[in-house]
């Protein structure tokens, strides 16, 4: 059983940071890819950010420049720094892991940046 696990979500201003983290666990064989998604109420799932085994990024046009994705030493941890945030960046942020041919979520953390 494999299990992610946010954190780091809240309320901040426009203009402010948050950093996001998220850590997986239990019996991972490989790790392909990890990363986040964004869903807004009444939105579809979309791509924020993803990293790959071997280090290739991947960003939404929206946030280049603004977000920074980064891993762990251990690489079973994602992280996602959040800059300049602004109040279309409302959303509960998924963590993704992509291990072996298998996909996994966590629960998400909401982001609030009001205006």
């Known amino acids: 059983q494999v299990q992610l696990v946010e954190s780091g979500g809240g309320l901040v201003q426009a203009g402010g940071s948050l950093r996001l983290s998220c850590a997986a666990s239990g019996s991972i064989f490989s790790i392909n890819v990890m990363g986040w998604y964004r869903q807004a109420p009444g939105k579809q799932r979309w791509l924020v950010a993803t990293i790959t085994s071997d280090d290739n990024i991947n960003y939404a046009d929206s946030v280049k420049g603004r977000f920074t994705i980064s891993r762990g030493n251990a690489k079973n941890a994602v992280y996602l720094q959040m800059n300049s945030l602004k109040p279309e960046n409302t959303a509960v942020y998924y963590c993704?892991?992509?291990?072996?041919?298998?996909?996994?979520w966590g629960q998400g953390t909401q982001v609030t940046v009001s205006s």
């Open positions: 993704y892991g992509l291990f072996g041919p298998y996909d996994y």
